[in-house]
């Protein structure tokens, strides 16, 4: 069992940035890639990026390549999800999700945070 919780989300204007943070529980975070995905009202929860285990791989949606970095830190149970450049377009409910395999899909991952909020005005 790995339990999620994300922070960091909040209002940016256009151009800003943003760092969330998802921080897990348990002593075998090392062993699950690691996903972020977002959800903006009325659509479906889409992929952004993740991370192999050992940070060595990842892997980003084409939306958001050169603007959105992601990263972890395994001595400290938690991975990072940078956002430079932030668009109108990235406001949605942010979620980080724990799974054993480096996949895009919401599916591949069974352990989820709750969210946090990313509004980025005009």
């Known amino acids: 069992q790995v339990q999620l919780v994300e922070s960091g989300g909040g209002l940016v204007q256009t151009g800003g940035s943003l760092r969330l943070s998802c921080a897990a529980s348990?002593?075998?975070?090392?062993?699950?890639?690691m996903g972020w995905f977002r959800q903006a009202p009325g659509k479906k929860r889409d992929f952004v990026a993740a991370?192999?285990?050992?940070?060595?791989?990842?892997y980003y949606a084409d939306s958001v390549k050169g603007r959105i970095t992601i990263s972890r830190d395994n001595a400290k149970n938690t991975v990072y999800l940078q956002m430079n450049s932030l668009k109108p377009v990235d406001t949605a409910n942010y979620y980080c999700?724990?799974?054993?395999?480096?996949?895009?899909?919401?599916?591949?991952?069974?352990?989820w945070g709750q969210g946090t909020q990313v509004t980025v005005s005009s």
């Open positions: 999700a724990a799974g054993p395999a480096l996949l895009e899909v919401p599916a591949a991952y069974p352990y």
């Open positions: 348990g002593r075998t975070f090392s062993s699950y890639a």
């Open positions: 991370i192999s285990g050992s940070g060595a791989t990842t």
